[in-house]
């Protein structure tokens, strides 16, 4: 078969999933794509951890037992930043917290394990690097500003409501959330999981067709309730999530390291709750 065969199977059970998830809400209520996608790839870093744990080094355990207490300590302390019920149960600042900063440590391990073993994912804090990070952070912060103009106007002309301006601090705080731990999930631990099952293929393609998976997963993530609503206006708007905000971040964990898709990514919920979208 052509290599291509398991990127095919895997993106047309990918879109099967989600055809699937809003066909039974229609019938009944059924948890948010995050809620099941994140709780699956958090069984995968566990599964990843267990086989290889002894290539986790004592900066790798530092970095995510870290990452994971910034995001669990600072979730009770958000305004601007309100996640779903996680399975419509934990609701709670609090439980939210436990509950994120576990899943990001967690997957900050099991992605780093698919790094230790040649995975497509940099990261400079492992190395020890100080000053990588903190350029791969200036980068990912220069480059996600003006992607955070074009968000703010997009959600300006989309919710047709004004900007309207919120706390900067709050702001920067709260983005760390979906920041630290969206990237965590699925542009380390997913992406690494998913090149890890395809290394059979071409290296090259490997690595970039198992970062286009994680990308759309993570993109068409967002769109729950338009899929519902008008499923082929679902698809475009979830293609472009992909392309114009996936996109970047995928080149600049790849190319510069993760610290820089966090600060991308962290730029444009910035943006967004300073603004009040």
Not at 207 to 222: D, F, K, Q
Request: hydrophobic share 55%.
């Amino acid at each position: 078969m052509s290599h291509l065969h398991k990127p095919l199977i895997l993106t047309a059970i990918l879109f099967a999933l989600i055809g699937g998830r809003a066909l039974l809400a229609t019938l009944f209520p059924v948890p948010r794509t995050f809620d099941l996608r994140d709780t699956l790839i958090v069984i995968v870093a566990l599964w990843a951890m267990c086989r290889d744990v002894p290539t986790l080094q004592r900066r790798d355990w530092v970095l995510a037992i870290g990452a994971g207490l910034v995001v669990g300590l600072t979730m009770p302390l958000t305004t601007l930043f309100s996640p779903y019920p996680f399975f419509g149960i934990i609701d709670s600042a609090p439980a939210q917290g436990l509950l994120r900063g576990l899943f990001t440590a967690v997957t900050m391990l099991g992605g780093l394990v698919f790094m230790r073993q040649g995975g497509p994912v940099r990261c400079q804090l492992t190395a020890g690097d100080w000053r990588g990070a903190s350029q791969c952070i200036l980068w990912g912060t220069a480059i996600g500003v003006s992607f955070a103009l074009v968000n703010i106007i997009g959600l300006q002309l989309i919710q047709h409501q004004p900007i309207q301006w919120q706390s900067p601090v709050a702001a920067m705080m709260d983005a760390l959330q979906p920041a630290l731990v969206e990237e965590t999930l699925y542009r380390v631990t997913l992406w690494g999981w998913v090149w890890q099952r395809w290394r059979s293929q071409p290296p090259a393609q490997t690595i970039w067709l198992a970062g286009l998976l994680a990308t759309l997963a993570h993109s068409y993530a967002h769109i729950d309730d338009l899929w519902l609503q008008a499923p082929l206006i679902g698809l475009g708007i979830g293609a472009a999530l992909a392309l114009i905000w996936g996109t970047p971040a995928l080149l600049l964990v790849r190319y510069r390291g993760l610290e820089a898709a966090i600060a991308f990514h962290w730029m444009q919920d910035v943006a967004r709750f300073v603004t009040g979208f």
